[in-house]
C-alpha cells in the first residue's frame, strides 16, 4: 500500500510517521487497500485542535474521513476506526453484490 502523509502548518516527526503507518497497516491486514492520502492539521493557538484526515483507495471506491481533537494521536485513532467502520460496510455490500451477480447468472 502506497501512504502518502502530509502535515500542514507543521513538520511530522517520525514518531507520528511511524504510527500513522502502523495503524494503515493493520487496516490493509484486514482489507485490500490500494492506496492512502492522510492529512494532519493543526489550528488555533491557546486551545489547540489537530485533525486527521484520510482519503482510502479500495477497489472500486474511494473512502474519505475526517476526526479532530485536542491531542493528534487521538484524532489519528478516531479517523481509522471511522473508516474501519466504512471498510467493513463497503466488504459486506462488495461480496453480497458479487453473490447477487452470480446467483443472477446461474439462472
Same mark, same amino acid.
Given at each position: 500500500?502506497?501512504?502518502?502523509?502530509?502535515?500542514?502548518?507543521?513538520?511530522?516527526?517520525?514518531?507520528?510517521?511511524?504510527?500513522?503507518?502502523?495503524?494503515?497497516?493493520?487496516?490493509?491486514?484486514?482489507?485490500?487497500?490500494?492506496?492512502?492520502?492522510?492529512?494532519?492539521?493543526?489550528?488555533?493557538?491557546?486551545?489547540?485542535?489537530?485533525?486527521?484526515?484520510?482519503?482510502?483507495?479500495?477497489?472500486?471506491?474511494?473512502?474519505?474521513? @475526517?476526526?479532530?481533537? $485536542?491531542?493528534?494521536?487521538? %484524532? &489519528?485513532? !478516531?479517523?481509522? =476506526?471511522? *473508516? /474501519? #467502520?466504512?471498510? @467493513?460496510?463497503?466488504? $459486506?455490500?462488495?461480496?453480497? %453484490? &458479487?453473490? !447477487?451477480?452470480? =446467483?443472477? *447468472? /446461474? #439462472?
Amino acid at each position: 500500500m502506497n501512504i502518502q502523509i502530509t502535515n500542514r502548518h507543521a513538520s511530522a516527526d517520525g514518531h507520528i510517521k511511524t504510527f500513522v503507518e502502523s495503524e494503515m497497516a493493520i487496516l490493509e491486514d484486514k482489507y485490500e487497500i490500494i492506496g492512502a492520502d492522510v492529512i494532519l492539521d493543526h489550528e488555533g493557538h491557546g486551545k489547540v485542535q489537530y485533525s486527521a484526515e484520510i482519503n482510502l483507495e479500495v477497489k472500486g471506491t474511494t473512502l474519505h474521513a @475526517k476526526e479532530s481533537s $485536542e491531542d493528534v494521536g487521538k %484524532s &489519528i485513532d !478516531l479517523v481509522v =476506526k471511522t *473508516l /474501519e #467502520k466504512q471498510l @467493513k460496510k463497503h466488504k $459486506e455490500t462488495h461480496t453480497a %453484490s &458479487i453473490e !447477487l451477480k452470480r =446467483k443472477a *447468472l /446461474e #439462472k
